[in-house]
């Protein structure tokens, strides 16, 4: 009986990562695909599981293309002249803004791995991106900003620290990101997938 339950926790431990990445994916490709649902069902009355999140793909590429083109200008000028009369959202679209761009823009953020000392007596480190180098608007000459991700969560925390206590780390930034979600239990020394 022992070794049976030995046997079913190995094809646990086999399996769940890959089940729950699927179910997650699935989460993720349903919501996506019901985001249209209602307006495929009035106006097309078909009903094609995946042709919402088809739609909202090509309808993202068209954003994109117009965004990368000579419309998009015109475009920024009239969305900035609206978040400059509400306030409140333009704080939210600049933070969301920053965000995205920090994964997936041109000036991407997270790309400076660091070792901070966060403890010196008991010489505690922590893996973190450098963000920001220069915070004398803060007054701080001698510190940095220095972004903490969470593991196993989407959200981390942002800590002023002095210069010398950090390090860089010559790693990929996509491996140490995943390291640090991961709580340390992926491979740091994995090579990075390259998408041709």
Known sequence: MKKLINYFLQGL????????TAYIVFLIFSFVDNLLDDIIQRYLKIDIPGLGLVIIFFVLVLVGIVGQSILAHPFKIIIKRL????????LIYSA????F????GKEKKFNKPVMVQVNPISNLEKLGFLTQDDLTKLEEKDKVAVYFPHSYNFSGELFIVPKDQIRTIDLNPAIVMKFIVS??????YEEPEKLD
């Open 83 to 90: 978040l400059e009369k509400v306030p409140l959202l333009k």
């Open 96 to 99: 969301m803004n920053d965000l």
């Open 183 to 188: 709580g340390g239990v992926s491979d740091i």
């Open 101 to 104: 761009s920090a994964f997936v």
């Open 13 to 20: 431990l086999y399996i769940a990562p890959f089940g729950v």
